[in-house]
């Protein structure tokens, strides 16, 4: 088995998908090494209706269609699979998966997104699955005629808070600051709802139950003061964090461990660029993430073709 | 019927063949939906390895599904996916949401033995 690739991509997201189909559309041998399912945040959206040039997809179609893309171009997808050794110093890089097999390239791209934010509190992994969802459309109709929390102040949290009124006979929305972070609009629909109730400056800190939730402890962060609310499920929308542990000491990270990249998407070691969620940006969109990828592709690409020219003329 | 490349399980029938006819048995139980899709994408990457494990999916809105939602182990369950596991007919462990590739292949390993490829 060849195991040499021009170019690695870690990452099967958006942006890790259209770094593959933009290098192995231009024949640059590519292989995509995927921790988890291929498609990444995109998966877990339902509907895009904001993607240019396609009215209405779900993510996961969309995701499906930018992988068969790739592999239409000859770019190699390995998904499901642990990273379990790195080595991005060098011309050479090597990248070592679970089951032994170690991958090198003379260039990567790390586009390894981000995850859901845990509320990182006593109760929750218990719980998850049994009252505790982050997935609105998936698990709203276990909620019909029941009592709710959504977690967070952002868009998707308010956004989701209204929807899950279709379902629960009351949401209360408990944000730990005393505004919203959430677009105005957002905010203005959730408060003329008037099954959605607030409780702003406070924060779960246990989910507690039996063989499901049944209630959870709020401490409020401006009296201190601890109570209880009787609950059957609870929401959390509190944003997402980049998956960028394994890189860390080797790649600059920034306070929030964000991959410091340049406008090439280069990051401090040279040949490895950095895509999509994981990087440092304000704006994480799918079209963002493809934007990302594109950039990081090219430069990479260029990166490549200057080292090969390099090594012949040596 | 779910787009997967899973055996799909049709009906109550179809079911309880799969269970006479198969020791060991993991059945995805949801919808194309973002919790889902994952799980079923494990499942079709491990059909190839623990070839002594039969894996299956069913509609959670078929009438049908009522023989894994009624299940006493999925009681109080409330994120799709429901996955369960049998080991000759018998539920051995049930899931409820998205699980990772290694928190099922740790259930597989656990119940089912590590004899896989």
């Known amino acids: 088995m060849n195991n040499h690739y021009d170019i690695i991509v870690i990452g099967g997201g958006a942006a890790g998908l259209t770094a593959g189909i933009y290098l192995s559309r231009a024949k640059v041998s590519t292989l995509i090494l995927n921790e988890g399912a291929v498609g990444g945040q995109m998966v877990l959206t339902h509907e895009i209706a904001n993607y240019p040039g396609i009215e209405n997809i779900s993510g996961y179609e969309l995701a499906r269609n930018m992988k068969t893309q790739a592999q239409k171009f000859g770019c190699v997808i390995k998904s499901n699979i642990k990273i379990t050794g790195l080595k991005l110093n060098g011309e050479l890089k090597e990248i070592t998966i679970n089951n032994k097999d170690t991958f090198t390239s003379h260039a990567v791209i790390v586009a390894t997104g981000g995850k859901p934010r845990a509320v990182g509190v006593p109760g929750e992994e218990i719980f998850k699955g049994k009252g505790i969802s982050y997935c ?6 276990f909620f019909t005629d029941k009592e709710i929390i959504v977690v967070g102040g952002g868009n998707s949290a308010l956004e989701e808070a209204v929807s899950l009124t279709k379902y629960a006979s009351k ?3 408990v944000h730990q600051f005393d505004h919203f972070q959430a677009l105005e609009h957002y905010v203005a629909e959730a408060k003329s709802n008037p ?14 139950g039996d ?19 009787n609950v059957n499920g609870v929401f959390i929308f509190i944003g997402y964090v980049p998956n960028t542990a394994k890189f860390e000491g080797m790649i600059d990270l920034n306070e929030y461990k964000e991959i410091i990249v340049d406008k090439n998407l280069a990051t ?47 | 019927m779910l787009r997967t490349n899973l055996t799909h399980v049709l009906s109550n029938q179809e079911h309880a063949e799969l269970l006479q006819e198969n020791e060991n048995v993991m059945i995805c139980c949801g919808r194309m939906g973002p919790m889902c899709i994952p799980v079923y994408e494990v499942m079709e990457e491990l059909e190839g390895e623990y070839t002594n494990v039969k894996f299956a999916d069913m509609e959670f809105d078929s009438p049908d599904a009522k023989v894994i939602r009624n299940l006493p182990e999925c009681r109080g ?7 369960v596991y049998y080991k000759n007919g018998q539920v051995v462990k049930a899931t409820s949401s998205i699980q990772s590739r290694d928190q099922i292949t740790e259930i597989l390993d656990q119940h089912f033995g590590n004899n896989h490829k």
């Open chain 1, 136 to 141: 609105a459309t998936c698990d709203g109709d």
């Open chain 1, 171 to 173: 949401v209360t929305i």
């Open chain 1, 195 to 208: 099954k959605i109730n607030f409780v702003m400056e406070s924060k779960i800190i246990e989910f507690m």
């Open chain 1, 211 to 229: 063989e499901s939730l049944r209630k959870v402890r709020i401490e409020n962060r401006a009296t201190n003061e601890i109570s209880e609310m």
């Open chain 1, 268 to 314: 401090n070691i040279p040949g490895v660029y950095a895509a999509g969620d994981s990087i440092v940006k304000r704006y994480r969109q799918v079209t963002t993430a493809v934007a990302d990828g594109t950039i990081a592709a090219l430069s990479a690409s260029e990166y490549v073709n200057n080292l090969k020219k390099e090594l012949v003329t040596v």
């Open chain 2, 77 to 83: 369950f409330a994120g799709l996916p429901f996955v």
